[in-house]
């Protein structure tokens, strides 16, 4: 499956941006899709994805900051991120597990101070 990510791009902190990420198939109900982000150096963090039953869970990071929805119609999963910092800045992944991980070639996110 791919899953092209997309909606990155260059904000100052405390502004907003909307990433999607459209996979190459329909959606199945066990699939379990959410976003990653990688900063260089670093390893691969988890951000927000969708549980099998439909619940949503976030990193202690983006609480309340960053929202994932999507769009079953459209085999499409959103990240609304608001207030945005500078830490927010690494490259966003699409990730999708249904007995294997996929994943995306990634957004960049860029934030300034």
């Known amino acids: 499956v791919q899953l092209p990510a997309s909606g990155g791009g260059s904000v100052q902190a405390g502004g907003s941006l909307r990433l999607s990420c459209a996979a190459s198939?329909?959606?199945?109900?066990?699939?379990?899709m959410g976003w990653y982000r990688q900063a260089p150096g670093n390893q691969r963090e988890f951000v927000a994805r969708f549980r099998v039953d439909g619940t949503t869970v976030y990193a202690d990071s983006v609480q309340a900051r960053f929202t994932i929805s999507r769009d079953n119609a459209k085999s499409t999963i959103y990240l609304q991120m608001n207030s945005l910092k500078p830490e927010d800045t690494p490259v966003y992944y699409c990730?999708?597990?249904?007995?294997?991980?996929?994943w995306g070639q990634g957004t960049q996110v860029t934030v300034s101070s």
């Open positions: 990730h999708l597990y249904n007995q294997r991980d996929s």
């Open positions: 198939r329909s959606m199945f109900r066990d699939d379990v």
